[in-house]
């Protein structure tokens, strides 16, 4: 049986503390009291056991007793850069690509993306989603999760980041080749999503200068979080049974 997990941005001392959104969780929801014993993770490699020593809904002081720093494994990585959609949509979005076990999100203003007010709180929220995703699925490492670019800052960035990564667009188009029918070997991948009204030419041609290869989902239409999602589903798949197989 595995003990409650809980996100600590700090691990090395002996004694820790967990406040705001996690003690509350701890004490308020889980119910543990002093004594239980809990997991802890920072997000990059380090998980802990620890014991209670003392907890209310606001803090809760704990003691480690194990700790274990774990290398961030040498494997491809999974990138989606997608149409930056409203509210929710991305929200749900980056909760469900943590589990699946994407590497980085990278939300990206097309031409024909809907416009959206600024909010400066937004890049804190969807790290507040990404941990309580990695504590549900138990993963290690989180996802970096960027602030909303232009798809031109975004190619930049990845290219120099990703120099040897394959990108895929997807694509309405039936001529397109399947996403299944790819073969990837030991190749980051950048999967860029476009907005719903579709992406103008201009971007295509930007996107085709970039050696971008524009593949197709499904028969269907899709919605930008369920693009984003089938993407994310098939390439870390794919991925994750190609290490197995070694």
Not at 45 to 65: C, N, P, Q, R, Y
Not at 130 to 157: G, N, W, Y
Request: proline share 5%; glycine share 4%.
């Amino acid at each position: 049986m595995h003990l409650n997990r809980f996100y600590c941005e700090r691990l090395e001392e002996p004694d820790v503390e967990l406040a705001g959104g996690e003690a509350h969780h701890l004490y308020n929801v889980c119910r543990l009291k002093v004594g239980n014993k809990v997991e802890l993770f920072d997000g990059a490699g380090t998980l802990a056991t620890a014991v209670i020593e003392k907890a209310t809904s606001k803090s809760v002081l704990l003691k480690i007793v194990d700790l274990e720093r774990i290398e961030r494994p040498d494997k491809p990585e999974v990138i989606i850069a997608v149409s930056y959609p409203k509210g929710e949509r991305f929200d749900w979005l980056t909760g469900k690509c943590t589990e699946l076990g994407v590497d980085r999100i990278v939300p990206v203003i097309f031409e024909r993306t809907v416009k959206q007010p600024r909010n400066p709180k937004a890049a804190e929220r969807w790290r507040n989603i990404a941990i309580a995703a990695a504590k549900q699925c138990r993963r290690i490492f989180l996802p970096q999760i960027d602030i909303p670019v232009t798809l031109s800052e975004a190619l930049s960035a990845l290219k120099e980041q990703y120099d040897k990564a394959e990108i895929l667009v997807g694509s309405p188009e039936s001529k397109s080749p399947a996403l299944i029918t790819q073969r990837f070997d030991a190749k980051d991948v950048i999967a860029i999503i476009g907005p719903e009204g579709g992406i103008t030419e201009n971007e295509k041609a930007l996107l085709e200068s970039y050696r971008a290869k524009f593949v197709r989902l499904t028969s269907t239409v899709l919605r930008i979080e369920t693009a984003a999602l089938a993407f994310a589903a098939v390439l870390t798949a794919t991925r994750d049974n190609r290490l197995e197989e070694k």
